[in-house]
Nanobody
Framework: QVQLVESGGGLVQPGGSLRLSCAGSGFTFSSYFMRWYRQAPGKEREWVATISRDGRGTNYADSVKGRFTISRDNAKNTVYLRMNNLKPEDTAVYYC?????????WGQGTQVTVSP
């Protein structure tokens, strides 16, 4: 059974940092591109970052570039999202996604709230 389980969300003040984790199981984690998405209240889900299968390639949405870092540990079947200098507009539910061709898996999401 495929599972993606996110953790690490919470309430943080503007300018603060959080690290999200997403642990995968039930599939060959190292074969999949991994992505983070987020969805703010009343908005469409948006892509945040992508990391290649070996971790050497990364891409970021312009809104988070320079503040967020995606990384992965294939030995632990885990992908991370380090978020620095958080802003109120980063408030959203954050989802991890595993993708390989037509195989597409999602986690349940973790809430990040940035507020004074």
């Amino acid at each position: 059974q495929v599972q993606l389980v996110e953790s690490g969300g919470g309430l943080v003040q503007p300018g603060g940092s959080l690290r999200l984790s997403c642990a995968g199981s039930g599939f060959t984690f190292s074969s999949y591109f991994m992505r983070w998405y987020r969805q703010a209240p009343g908005k469409e889900r948006e892509w945040v970052a992508t990391i290649s299968r070996d971790g050497r390639g990364t891409n970021y949405a312009d809104s988070v570039k320079g503040r967020f870092t995606i990384s992965r540990d294939n030995a632990k079947n885990t992908v991370y999202l380090r978020m620095n200098n958080l802003k109120p507009e980063d408030t959203a539910v954050y989802y991890c996604n595993a993708n390989l061709y037509s195989s597409d898996y999602w986690g349940q999401g973790t809430q990040v709230t940035v507020s004074p």
